[in-house]
């Protein structure tokens, strides 16, 4: 059974930085792995995602976030700079291997349980 395993949250003042980490056991290189994230009041959002080395980013993180892998570890990782006051949120790893890989929560298959970014003014 597939575990995805979330770290690295925490509360930064906007223009600062964090870095998520998510382990994904039983990771295969071409899984769909991403990035997702929902504030309060919202819906669920894909942020970035990552198989095989490619990845994607929603437009409003582009030039600010990065998605990355390593195999060796079985992680992926989700670098966050020059954060702003609308990133807060709950955000979630996912893992997908039923073929497609996007930004919605539909090409997904496991969750982790979430970690909160909190970014202030």
């Known amino acids: 059974q597939v575990q995805v395993v979330e770290s690295g949250g925490g509360s930064v003042q906007a223009g600062g930085s964090l870095r998520l980490s998510c382990v994904v056991s039983?990771?295969?290189?071409?899984?769909?792995l991403g990035w997702f994230r929902q504030a309060p009041g919202e819906g669920r959002e894909g942020v970035a995602i990552?198989?095989?080395?490619?990845?994607y980013v929603r437009d409003s993180v582009k030039g600010r976030f990065t998605i990355s892998q390593d195999n060796v570890k079985k992680t992926v990782y989700l670098q966050m700079n020059s954060l702003k006051p609308e990133d807060t949120a709950m955000y979630y790893c996912?893992?997908?291997?039923?073929?497609?890989?996007?930004?919605?929560?539909?090409?997904?298959?496991?969750w982790g349980q979430g970690t909160q970014v909190t970014v202030s003014s």
């Open positions: 039983g990771y295969t290189y071409d899984a769909c």
């Open positions: 990552i198989r095989a080395g490619i990845t």
């Open positions: 996912a893992a997908g291997w039923n073929g497609g890989c996007g930004l919605r929560s539909s090409w997904m298959n496991a």
